[in-house]
T-cell receptor
Framework: NAGVMQNPRHLVRRRGQEARLRCSPM?????VYWYRQLPEEGLKFMVY????????ESGMPKERFSAEFPKEGPSILRIQQVVRGDSAAYFC?????????????FGAGTRLSVL | AQKVTQAQTEISVVEKEDVTLDCVYE???????LFWYKQPPSGELVFLIR??????QNEISGRYSWNFQKSTSSFNFTITASQVVDSAVYFC???????????????FGTGTRLQVTL
């Protein structure tokens, strides 16, 4: 049973470019979460999605960031016009429905570097 | 608002020593979950344990044990007879129970870096 898959593992962008981060949840999981980890810091929640729905986006910056989890395919975190401050590790997690839905399993992360 | 505090930024121990990682949390919810995750040098996060706020029993899993004390809002993690492979950053996290059908975001502490040397 494959875990949460994130790609790419490393992404380099120049200021002003777009970054697209992909996340495929574990099989059978219908909840996806995105977190950001700045260097030497803990993870900060960004957004929580179920298929085709954003449930909680209270941690998303108001501009340049968007997320989707379509009916088919992976969840995408999109950052437009990246700036140096966007350099961080972005982690995706998924959880199953039902009584254990609060256990979130994490992918290996995407390390975004903005030059 | 929820908050998790891991006051120990970094701990160094020699192999076979016991080590306790502290976690203190704040929440207004009566039902919540507490978690520990391990982040080894390779960078991924590994789930270790989830604890329900209504279950204050301590838990042991091999060399790992967890002490949940609601009275002091603490959820401490002890590694017995530490090994070099335990070297990692350990995160404590908290989530509310969430509405029916939905889960809830995790609020993480800033982590404790554990270095185990020979």
């Amino acid at each position: 049973n494959a875990g949460v898959m994130q790609n790419p593992r490393h992404l380099v962008r120049r200021r002003g470019q777009e970054a697209r981060l992909r996340c495929s949840p574990m099989k059978g999981h219908s909840h996806v979460y995105w977190y950001r980890q700045l260097p030497e810091e803990g993870l900060k929640f960004m957004v929580y999605l179920q298929k085709e729905n954003i449930i909680d986006e209270s941690g998303m910056p108001k501009e340049r960031f968007s997320a989707e989890f379509p009916k088919e395919g992976p969840s995408i975190l999109r950052i437009q016009q990246v700036v140096r401050g966007d350099s961080a590790a972005y982690f995706c997690a998924s959880s199953p429905p039902g009584t254990v839905k609060n256990i979130q399993y994490f992918g290996a992360g995407t390390r975004l570097s903005v030059l | 608002a929820q908050k998790v505090t891991q006051a120990q930024t970094e701990i160094s121990v020699v192999e076979k020593e016991d080590v306790t990682l502290d976690c203190v949390y704040e929440t207004r919810d009566t039902t919540y979950y507490l978690f520990w995750y391990k982040q080894p040098p390779s960078g991924e996060l590994v789930f270790l344990i989830r604890r329900n706020s209504f279950d204050e029993q301590n838990e042991i899993s091999g060399r790992y044990s967890w002490n949940f004390q609601k009275s002091t809002s603490s959820f401490n993690f002890t590694i017995t007879a530490s090994q070099v492979v335990d070297s990692a950053v350990y995160f404590c996290a908290l989530s509310e129970a969430g509405r029916a059908g939905t889960a809830s975001k995790l609020t993480f502490g800033t982590g404790t870096r554990l270095q185990v040397t020979l």
